[in-house]
């Protein structure tokens, strides 16, 4: 009886280790931090003038990856997020992390910006800005439970890139909290 025993719980053991060491698919449940600020912000992309009226962060299951959606028009929610990416117009995409951990009162390490201007033309692929140093965002309160919203701060330093045009940003934000599936 007792090999019986040990030989069922090692056979548990095992199955249990593949489920561990996979990739964790859904973000953890987090509430932490005292930050309220609100969706406010201004900026310049390839040149035009920017003003946030949204903010999404959303974890991206299917490929692990956090990231900050910054918009320039209002009501953009979880389930219009792939369309208000798509369309017309300006945005700020920015890359926080493949894991699912973030700190909070601190800045994020490795932040990586993407200034998106999307052509009312169908034909015309999307022209993207990027910057992999400089940027600066930092989270003062994140909620992954439902209709969390996560708050921060986020700036850009203005300058000149190498598409002859000027990008910069600074303000604040209460980002909507999504987990997408794909």
Known sequence: MRRVLVT?????LFAAVPAIAAPQTSFPRIRSGVGNEPTAGRGVVAGYEFVTRAAVVAWNRRWNSLTLYLFGRRG???GTLRRAVQRPGHLIQVHVTGAPRVPIGSPVAGAEVAFVTVSPNP???PHVAGLRNGAKLTFTRLDTYPRGVWHGTFSVPRREYADGNVYGYKGTFAAKWCQLRH
Request: charged content about 10%; some cysteine; proline content about 9%.
């Open 76 to 78: 953009v929610t979880c």
């Open 123 to 125: 034909k015309t692929p």
């Open 8 to 12: 069922t719980s090692a056979a548990l």
